[in-house]
């Protein structure tokens, strides 16, 4: 629904962090939002990294300038990675901030928004309900991520990925195994199937079996351990009990070995990665294969694996990017943007003209209010 009069003044800012290259808006969201009725403002060079202009930002309706002039009397504020609260000065009290905020291992950060009086909220803590799937940051970045993994990997293997049948002989197919089944591990199975490798997959929770089948790749699954489904709340994995962790070693112990491409997905929320391949498997692996270690900001599912470095152990080459969606900056922005206006326009309320959150999706994301850290997830 179209606002009438005055609405909120939203902010974009530009990234500060050492990589980032993502905006959290595009013109086609700021347009979007104009017409819903809000103020539109973008810190100059915002799209910089993602192939937009200032100028772009300026025929979409907004108004670009200085971080200063940007943030004042901003209702709202938007940022991929959630800015310092020396950067919002000028917004106004109790201003809102949508980004992702990493709140487990930013707590100072959301104790300084509270300090501050600043409302944040954690884009990443969207519930993983239905009505919720186009407001999901995690899932559209971990999309692109398993798509990126699978392309540096191929880059770094140095050989053919598919069968090639050549007068002067045949090239056998790369054979790739993704370690992990969320979005990011689906994604990578779609890519390296269409890259012509032959694809394996493995998860703890026994219910993705059927999904790795579906995009034509094998399931390597523990079936010797009885009523272990790994499924936690909101489709993310938990912990596996000890039984479990020992056979899956095994299972993949034997596998791994025989691998030419490994992509690890592996992440549970608030908690460092588990890890997934010790350096003893790594030396098992054939010289010259390779390692992309998805998790490896939080942690890393690989032994000795390396955020933004190529380590090489036996012969084999781990990789790893601290931001992967970030090494795909126009397509990344473009769908976090989405999620954003998404987000925005399911509650906007065009009598008030206003953004108004509900309880279900507002209680779950909001990290800060009042002074306070209200979020349960932070209190407990």
């Known amino acids: 629904m179209e606002g009438t009069g005055q609405g909120p003044i939203i902010a974009v800012v530009a990234e500060r962090a050492v990589g980032e290259t993502r905006v959290a808006a595009t013109p086609e969201t700021v347009k979007k939002l104009a017409k819903l009725g809000a103020t539109l403002k973008v810190e100059s060079g915002a799209g910089r990294h993602a192939s937009i202009s200032d100028t772009d930002y300026v025929d979409a309706g907004a108004t670009v300038g200085d971080l200063a002039a940007t943030v004042k009397d901003a209702d709202w504020v938007l940022g991929v990675q959630a800015p310092a609260v020396l950067d919002l000065a000028g917004a106004k009290p109790g201003a809102k901030v949508a980004a992702i905020f990493d709140p487990f291992r930013n707590r100072d950060l959301v104790d300084a928004y509270s300090a501050a009086g600043f409302e944040a909220l954690s884009m990443e803590f969207m519930p993983r309900i239905t009505r919720a799937q186009s407001m ?42 993704v370690m992990g089944v969320g979005v990011a591990g689906l994604q990578a199975i779609a890519t390296a199937r269409r890259l012509g490798a032959q694809v394996s997959a493995t998860d703890v929770r026994s219910a993705t079996k059927e999904q790795i089948k579906s995009l034509g790749a094998k399931p390597i699954f523990v079936e010797s351990v009885e009523g272990i489904e790994g499924e936690g709340s909101g489709g993310y994995a938990t912990e596996m009990s000890d039984e479990y962790k020992k056979a899956q070693a095994e299972l993949v112990s034997s596998h791994i070995a025989k691998q030419d491409i490994v992509i690890t997905t592996a992440l549970i929320p608030g ?22 270690d998805l998790a490896v900001a939080q942690g890393g599912n690989v032994e000795g694996s390396v955020p933004d470095e190529v380590v090489e152990k036996h012969g084999v080459k781990i990789v790893g990017f601290s931001n992967t969606p970030a090494h795909l900056a126009a397509d990344a922005s473009a769908l976090l943007a ?34 306070k850290v209200v979020n349960e997830r932070l209190t407990a």
């Open 338 to 371: 989405r999620n954003f206006f998404n987000f925005l326009s399911a509650f906007w309320d065009g009598e008030k003209n206003e953004v108004v959150l509900d309880e279900e999706i507002g209680d779950a994301i909001r990290l800060t209010k009042d002074g």
């Open 136 to 177: 999901d940051v995690l899932s559209s970045q971990s999309n692109l991520a398993g798509y990126k993994a699978v392309l540096v990997a191929a880059d770094t293997y140095g050989r053919a990925f598919p069968m090639m049948m050549t007068a002067a002989g045949t090239i056998t197919a790369a054979k790739a195994f």
């Open 271 to 292: 908690r460092p990665a588990p890890r997934l391949i010790t350096d003893e498997q790594i030396a098992s692996m054939r010289p010259g294969s390779v390692i992309f």
